[in-house]
Structures are given as C-alpha cells and as structure tokens.
C-alpha cells in the first residue's frame, strides 16, 4: 500500500534562517506531488506541485522553493525565512490521472520567530 | 479562476441529529470534487470523491452530492457523533490542482 512521510512534525526557526522540508512517498510509481500551506484563516493554499523528476509548477510567488531530486521525493526550501512563512506546511501525492484523489501527509507546523 | 466557497464556517449540533454541509464552485468545468476531513494539527483525510459524470457517492453515514449546473456539493452526514467533530473540506479539480474552500468547522456535541 502506499503511504507518504513528512517531516519534521514541528519546527521552531529564527527569521533570516534557512528552510528544508521532505516528504517522501512509498509504493507508488511516478506520482503527482504537492505542497500546502494552512495559514489561520486563509484556507489551503497551492505552493508548488510535480508531474515528474525536475518538473516544479510555482502557483504563488514567495519566499520558499520546491525541488524534486528523485521520482518519490518532494523538498520545500527557503533560503531565509520571513515571519510570514509561518503555518502548516501539508504534502500530498496523487496518481497522474485528472480524476486523482489526493493523499495527504501528516504536516509540518512552522514557526518563524 | 476557480474559487471555492463552504458555509456555514463552523456548526454545532447535538448528538444524533442529521446535518448538510455546504459547497459551492465557481467554474462548472470540474473534473471531480472531494471532500476531506482535518482534525486539528493533522492531515487531511480523504472522505469522498465524486467524479463530473456522478450525481452522489456514498460511504457508510456519509453521501456527498454534486450539481454541476449550479456549481454546488453537499456533504450529509447521517446520524451524527462526537467522534465526526473535526474540519470538513471541499476541492474542485479541473485544469489546474485542487482548490479548496476554507472548510466547516463542526462540533457533535454529546
């Protein structure tokens, strides 16, 4: 069965600090992937999502970038965190069909202070 | 622009009783439309997915409806318990990833 990992379950960072989160998923081949994030009050926002090895779609410009180094391996990265860059940080897989369900990891809570 | 709407934004209900939830879309030119539920600090769990061709599905006390015509979902929760008390979600798939609406928040209480 398939199953999908992410971590760190919490995060505490300083502003000005670097960023990196991984997600990873098991038993599935070349899966679509995604990262959220759940701010209070604004709902589930798209960040980046991956059709493939490489492949990375930016739905919101910000301080935060996604890589896809291996088929089943979804990294979001900042550089420098922003006070802004607070919330919770969801990845989530589906089958690369239009009709896909979404599967979801158990999140990471990020607080920049 | 897709744009996806739930109301109420949170409920309250005694033990027992039957509920809809509300969701409505903006662009009918969906692919499917999910439902998910979130419990708090948590992911966000797969309830219900109907495809653009399907009317309804249903699971257990759950039965999601989809009318595309008028842009709307609901989801019915039959017989309701404290242990339904979390975040219900919708999410419209068409030529871009999910969007999702802000969810209803509900409290079963016993």
């Known amino acids: 069965s398939q199953t999908i990992h992410q971590w760190p379950a919490t995060l505490v960072q300083p502003v000005g600090s670097p960023l990196s989160l991984e997600c990873t998923v098991e038993g599935t081949s070349n899966p679509n992937l995604y990262w959220y994030r759940q701010a209070a009050g604004r709902g589930l926002q798209l960040l980046f999502y991956?059709?493939?090895?490489?492949?990375i779609s930016s739905e919101v410009p910000q301080n935060l970038s996604a890589s896809r180094p291996q088929d089943r391996q979804f990294i979001l990265s900042s550089k420098k965190l922003l006070l802004s860059d607070s919330g919770f940080y969801l990845c989530?897989?589906?089958?690369?069909?239009?009709?896909?369900?979404?599967?979801f990891g158990s999140g990471t809570q990020l607080s920049v202070l | 622009k897709q744009e996806v709407t739930q109301i109420p934004a949170a409920l309250s209900v005694p033990e027992g009783e039957n509920l809809v939830l509300n969701c409505s879309f903006t662009d009918s030119a969906i692919y499917n439309l999910q439902w998910f539920r979130q419990d708090p600090g948590k992911g966000l769990t797969s309830l219900l997915l109907?495809?653009?061709?399907?009317r309804e599905q249903t699971s257990g006390r759950l039965n999601a409806s989809l009318d595309k015509s008028s842009g709307r979902s609901t989801l019915y929760i039959a017989a309701s318990q404290p242990g339904d008390s979390a975040t219900y979600l919708c999410?419209?798939?068409?030529?871009?990833?999910?969007?999702f609406g802000k969810g209803t928040r509900l409290s079963v209480i016993a």
């Open positions: 109907i495809q653009s061709s399907q």
């Open positions: 999410a419209a798939s068409g030529n871009t990833p999910l969007v």
């Open positions: 989530a897989w589906s089958v690369q069909e239009n009709n896909e369900k979404l599967f």
């Open positions: 991956s059709v493939g090895i490489g492949q």
